[in-house]
């Protein structure tokens, strides 16, 4: 994608330094969010004559003389042939250091010192000053995201990669399935495609259809949570997917409702009475209530145990040397398996799982890793000190101090604030 940068220079001192016109016009009819089309705030220059036509635009003269030398549709300084070069280097500061805050991706200056200035940073895209049309979610919600004149689909950011986000090629979204377009190419457009009259989460197909975007949010949070298995689509053992339970939610571009939900595993949560993951199975119906380290589940049917008798009946089958896990999938057994070692309730596997021992500084089973480093930390749903919730991981801080934060924490990948 063209990027726009201007550099502070005596002869440029009048016009506005680290211009980035973050809904800029469309050059020659392509969508390039972030940057004008050619000439469209240049400043005026005098008639040059006829332009040198070169393969190249790279020299400062070619680079300020108000031509597209090369014939790409970008002119001067629009060209990444020019960046860096006279008049159309890339302003930086005396202060250096990240870019990825809000005053740092609106000063106008490249203070990583990477190239690229607020906007056009790849480390300021994530912020709201930085309007983005070029993810999934965005490319599907109906709304001109980057004020560029092109929403979802129609907009070039959204087809950035080499096939295209998968929104935009595939008909499976709510803004794929009302555009009229045949997205995938299997001869059948919007509603006539089985991706659309037959997905759990397509509001706009059928009896009832919302076809207003801004609806379209609200509407398949509610389809996706009303414990009703609307496609009647089922497993290889007849049981049906509902809700979250089924990937058309989970994959939902218009809505995070199935994200950051926990597990519905481990004795606790397989004996409270809630649907925690919210697959419209509660407690011992769902197929997680069965593993190595399961009490609270007898024939099926749940039993009501404390957590002192939880852990008493629990302890023993978690170091019996059995595999007791009722899937013949699992052949893990004892503390190698999750089911024991996450469960926060059994005490006999010396695990780094738990809020007090994923934030005590030591490395409880010696392992090598420390706290939220450890897996057993960092991808359990049982741990909530370490960077895995939406809101830890947009706040521009590493909360749990391993170096990485937010979206650069590999424990952020599943949340919403991430996605």
């Known amino acids: 994608m063209k990027r726009l940068t201007w550099i502070c220079a005596l002869a440029l001192a009048a016009t506005a330094c680290g211009d980035d016109d973050a809904g800029g016009v469309d050059a020659g009819g392509v969508d390039a969010p972030g940057v004008d089309a050619p000439g469209a705030d240049t ?57 990825d805050t809000m005053e740092a991706c609106t000063d106008g200056c490249d203070n990583d010192r990477n190239g690229f200035a607020d906007c056009d940073d790849f480390s300021c895209q994530a912020l709201a ?17 980057d004020d560029n004149g092109f929403i979802d689909c129609a907009d070039f950011s959204c ?26 190419g299997d001869g059948d457009t919007d509603c006539d495609d089985d991706g659309c009259s037959m997905r ?12 207003d975007p801004s609806m379209w949010e609200a509407a398949v949070r509610e389809r996706c949570s009303d414990g009703i298995n609307n496609d009647g689509d089922v497993s290889a053992m007849d049981v049906p997917f509902t809700d979250c339970g089924d990937f058309d939610c989970t994959g939902a571009f218009e809505s995070d409702v199935c994200l950051d939900l926990p597990r519905e595993t481990g004795n606790g949560r397989c004996s409270d009475g809630i649907d925690n993951d919210m697959d419209g199975l509660i407690d011992c119906d769902d197929g997680n209530c069965q593993g190595e380290a399961m009490v609270v589940c007898v024939d099926g049917e749940a039993v009501e145990l404390t957590d002192e008798e939880i852990t008493a009946a629990a302890n023993p089958l978690c170091s019996d040397e059995i595999n007791n896990d009722m899937s013949d999938s699992d052949t893990r057994a004892d503390c190698m398996d999750f089911d024991c070692s996450l469960d926060p309730l059994v005490t006999v596997c010396m695990e780094e799982t738990g809020d007090e021992a994923c934030s005590d500084g030591i490395d409880n089973d010696d392992d090598g890793f ?50």
């Open 129 to 145: 000053v930085c309007p983005s049309e070029a993810t999934n979610r965005t490319c599907s919600d109906g709304i001109d995201n």
């Open 370 to 419: 420390v706290d939220c480093a450890d897996f057993s930390c960092n991808r359990s749903t049982f741990v909530t000190v370490c960077e895995t919730t939406s809101a830890l991981c947009d706040d521009n801080i590493d909360n749990d101090g391993n170096g990485f934060k937010d979206c650069n924490d590999r424990n952020c990948e599943n949340t919403a604030a991430c996605r």
């Open 159 to 184: 087809q950035m990669d080499d096939e295209g986000l998968a929104v935009c090629v595939r008909e499976n979204s709510n803004a794929a399935c009302s555009d009229g377009i045949d997205n995938d």
């Open 200 to 211: 759990e989460h397509i509001v706009v197909c059928g009896e009832g259809a919302v076809t």
């Open 43 to 99: 400043p005026e220059r005098p008639d040059t004559g006829p332009c040198t036509m070169v393969a190249d635009e790279g020299t400062p003269a070619l680079c300020d003389d108000g031509c597209d030398n090369d014939g790409d549709g970008f002119t001067d300084c629009m060209d990444f042939g020019c960046d860096g070069v006279g008049a159309c280097g890339v302003m930086t500061c005396e202060t250096e250091g990240p870019e």
